[in-house]
């Protein structure tokens, strides 16, 4: 072989290796760690969920809103309001629904608990300042998962959720 061919042949595989590395692996190695969660809970302050109820505007949860209510279920990383004290009356209608969204996400459902003992449906508020709709058992409101699951064989989380909520919609189903 020539030298000229073999200084192309060296340089051509030089120049072209960087680019065969996947850009996926190069992203999973150098993310940035998230930093820690403030040290007291706020509510965010451009938090906005439209609520409609019975295709009519409801009254929109807002940070004021939530600030001006006591958590119903509360420890030191997060409060929860039962959606039936935030949403009134409406909720307290035999059959009604809280059909839950975020932003691009599809509705789920949302039924008021038989009774007080049951699962309750809650607007959630994290330390990081994360908006979720789930169900809360009142007897353990937030139970620890965490390596619970997995290779045990254990259920985590069975409960619904949505993140980043952004309109709530109240209804009473038919049968």
Same mark, same amino acid.
């Given at each position: 072989?020539?030298?000229i061919?073999?200084?192309?042949?060296?340089?051509?595989?030089?120049?072209?290796?960087p680019?065969?590395?996947? #850009?996926?692996?190069? +992203?999973?190695?150098?993310?940035?760690?998230?930093?820690?969660? &403030? !040290?007291? %809970?706020?509510? $965010?302050?451009?938090?906005?969920?439209?609520?409609?109820?019975?295709?009519?505007?409801?009254?929109?949860?807002?940070?004021?809103?939530?600030?001006?209510?006591?958590?119903?279920?509360?420890?030191?990383d997060?409060?929860?309001?039962?959606?039936?004290?935030?949403?009134?009356?409406? #909720?307290?209608?035999? +059959?009604?629904?809280?059909?839950?969204?975020?932003?691009?996400? &599809? !509705?789920? %459902?949302?039924? $008021?608990?038989?009774?007080?003992?049951?699962?309750?449906?809650v607007?959630?508020?994290?330390?990081?300042?994360?908006?979720?709709?789930?169900?809360?058992?009142?007897?353990?409101?937030?139970?620890?998962?965490?390596?619970?699951?997995?290779?045990?064989?254990?259920?985590?989380?069975?409960?619904?959720?949505?993140?980043?909520?952004?309109?709530?919609?109240v209804?009473?189903?038919t049968?």
């Amino acid at each position: 072989m020539k030298p000229i061919y073999v200084v192309f042949l060296f340089t051509a595989v030089a120049l072209g290796a960087p680019a065969c590395q996947r #850009t996926s692996d190069e +992203g999973d190695t150098k993310r940035v760690p998230k930093p820690p969660p &403030p !040290e007291e %809970l706020k509510v $965010p302050v451009d938090l906005r969920i439209e609520v409609t109820i019975d295709g009519a505007p409801g009254a929109t949860i807002d940070a004021p809103r939530l600030e001006a209510n006591k958590a119903d279920f509360a420890d030191q990383d997060r409060h929860a309001w039962k959606l039936v004290e935030l949403l009134g009356d409406s #909720t307290r209608r035999p +059959g009604s629904v809280m059909a839950i969204a975020a932003k691009g996400g &599809p !509705e789920v %459902l949302l039924r $008021p608990a038989p009774t007080a003992a049951d699962p309750q449906p809650v607007l959630l508020v994290s330390r990081r300042g994360e908006v979720v709709a789930t169900m809360i058992d009142p007897k353990a409101p937030f139970p620890e998962y965490h390596g619970r699951g997995g290779r045990l064989g254990r259920t985590g989380d069975p409960l619904p959720r949505v993140s980043g909520v952004t309109k709530i919609r109240v209804f009473v189903e038919t049968q």
